[in-house]
């Protein structure tokens, strides 16, 4: 299936949205630290409901460490700054999705290290800052899964 990456979430409801997400759509989440909340906060732990055990969570001490786990993986980073939309690449089972944290986004660092056709974005109306975080993961992860028929294949 495909990879969600949450750089630094700092809403613990939205990362349990987002468990609960990837336990019916089969993705693997990956949290990229600091978290913005303890993994045991009660409003992550309501948010994910009873599918905390079905999803496969993942974490990492820094962005550096993410990175050299998922090398040779494709990473498209999901951003209000990207130059296509969502649903153009033609997503390939193993993809990480990377979005950043709810205040702040991706660094710029971590930005420019994609490359422009990997910087995806999801239309909005004109001069509206972003959607929510857990309403665009599920939007781009669906639009992945879409693309190969809703097929239950894991990587």
Known sequence: MFHIA??????????????????????????????????????LRRAGLDYHDLAQVTNYPNFQDFAEKMQGK????????????????KYQHGDVLLFGSETAGLPAEILNAIPLDERVRI?????????????????????????HGFSLINN
């Not at 949290?31 to 409003?43: A, T, W």
């Not at 239309?123 to 975080?133: A, H, I, K, V």
Request: proline share 8%; net charge positive; with cysteine.
């Open 74 to 89: 494709r990473i498209f980073a999901c951003t209000t700054k990207g130059s296509v939309h969502y649903d153009i690449p």
């Open 123 to 147: 239309p909005m109306m004109p001069n509206n800052r972003s959607l929510n975080l857990a309403n665009a993961v599920a939007i781009i992860s669906y639009e992945a899964w879409r693309q």
């Open 6 to 43: 949450l750089f630094e979430p700092k809403m613990p409801a939205n990362t349990g949205n987002i468990i609960r997400l990837v336990a019916n759509n089969g993705c693997k989440l990956h949290l990229i630290e600091p978290l913005g909340f303890d993994l045991e906060e009660k409003n």
